[in-house]
């Protein structure tokens, strides 16, 4: 399978979900977020695998590169509100408050219009009776003017290098905010450290998920600034796909009763089996993802263009 095709399998995922996503929040918030939270997560291989797809078929007859711009520019605006709307929807998974309602069903509200009008151009590349039903459109214009140049973002992120160690030191410090809590918490759930209880350990957590909030941010911002480096290299996809599962696996510990029976294991006590199993993936995974995280750069280029 290559890039286009996994693209475009990977695409509807956050245009359809998110509308999904929108109608359970009337009919069951706790669903609504946990939908919200997937969906954010997938967008990030969907966004990413567009670079290789772009690449693949620009050189097509009847294709034309101001179109995959504009589509460009189309996902990137959506893709920053879904992380938005997402990480709202962990911040009310995790501890519901009054303001996060309306402020999850505003931002869910213009995700699902940014994404609908991001598979809407994506449609245009190749279908040329939509493209000229929408060209010269006011509505059309407008829009535009608020979606980024993809070639301009790029190049200021690499444009200066202050600017890039910074952002690499702080996808370092939210590593080991994610690390340093959830890494500790599996410990604990596995059996090291038996004279700790797990509730305390557990109050950390949202220390990690903000480490993660911020490693999203910054690796995304470091993908924008050099796609084609990153798209390439097999030791990036393999970290992107083990962020994925160690993720799955962190919600497996919390929407299950693992979490639940956790908080009452003591100073001295073990933790039951099923918690024991998620937080030794949950280990292994977020170890995988440091390593291959170190093997970027030795393994670019590894994916044929």
Not at 84 to 110: E, K, M, Y
Not at 252 to 276: H, Q
């Amino acid at each position: 399978m290559d890039f286009p095709h996994l693209h475009l399998l990977l695409n509807h995922f956050p245009v359809i979900g998110t509308i999904v996503g929108v109608g359970l929040f009337f009919v069951s918030r706790r669903s609504s977020l946990m939908v919200f939270v997937a969906m954010a997560l997938l967008t990030i291989p969907a966004f990413m695998t567009g670079v290789g797809a772009h690449e693949k078929i620009v050189n097509d007859l009847g294709i034309s590169n101001a179109l995959i711009q504009r589509h460009e520019g189309a996902a990137e605006l959506a893709v920053w509100f879904m992380e938005i709307t997402g990480a709202l929807a962990i911040i009310a998974l995790w501890r519901p408050a009054r303001w996060n309602t309306p402020a999850i069903l505003v931002c869910s509200l213009v995700t699902v219009g940014l994404m609908a009008r991001t598979g809407n151009t994506g449609g245009e590349i190749r279908h040329s009776e939509v493209r000229i039903a929408q060209e010269g459109s006011i509505v059309e214009r407008t829009i535009a003017t608020f979606e980024p140049s993809p070639a301009k973002f790029t190049r200021l992120m690499v444009a200066n290098k202050w600017w890039w160690a910074f952002m690499m030191d702080l996808h370092f410090v939210g590593l080991v905010m994610l690390i340093g809590t959830i890494g500790m918490l599996n410990l604990r759930v596995l059996g090291f450290a038996k004279q700790l209880p797990i509730a305390p350990l557990n109050k950390l957590v949202p220390w990690g998920l903000a480490g993660f909030g911020i490693n999203v941010l910054t690796g995304m911002l470091a993908f924008i600034g050099m796609p084609t480096f990153y798209s390439h290299d097999i030791a990036f996809v393999l970290k992107i796909a083990g962020i994925l599962l160690a993720m799955t696996a962190m919600g497996l510990f919390y929407l299950t009763s693992a979490s639940r029976e956790c908080e009452a294991v003591g100073a001295g006590k073990d933790a039951p089996l099923r918690a024991k199993l998620i937080a030794g993936i949950s280990l292994f995974l977020w170890f995988a993802v440091i390593v291959l995280g170190r093997y970027i750069q030795p393994l670019q280029d590894t994916i044929a263009r």
